[in-house]
């Protein structure tokens, strides 16, 4: 990906095209709105992986503790993933992405 670095002089930015900007709202952003906004993100980020954890499990038919003993992961982990407390990363998201599109294969070779 190539980079290109601007700057533009106070001066010019009257000849610039007007976007979907609303210039007074984004100067009366804070630091405290942003922090608020992403805290927002990141929590409906996780509740969507807490979402898409207990819709595979559910898919399986399998309990909690049965899915945690058949890919070898803690309860206490596949608890906190359907509870929204830690999402799945690595090689765990790549398992439940595996066990979601071809569940009867991933299980096989889980055996």
Request: charged fraction near 30%; avoid cysteine; hydrophobic fraction near 45%.
């Amino acid at each position: 990906m190539k980079t290109i670095r601007m700057t533009i002089k106070p001066e010019q930015s009257a000849s610039l095209k007007v976007g979907r900007v609303r210039p007074a709202q984004l100067d009366a952003t804070t630091q405290a709105d942003i922090a608020r906004h992403a805290a927002a993100d990141d929590a409906a980020a996780m509740q969507d992986a807490a979402r898409f954890a207990r819709r595979v499990r559910k898919r399986l038919g399998l309990s909690q503790a049965e899915l945690s003993e058949r890919i070898d992961v803690p309860l206490e982990t596949i608890r906190n993933w359907e509870q929204g407390k830690r999402s799945p990363t690595g090689a765990a998201k790549a398992l439940l992405k595996v066990l979601d599109k071809a569940p009867e294969m991933a299980l096989a070779a889980l055996q």
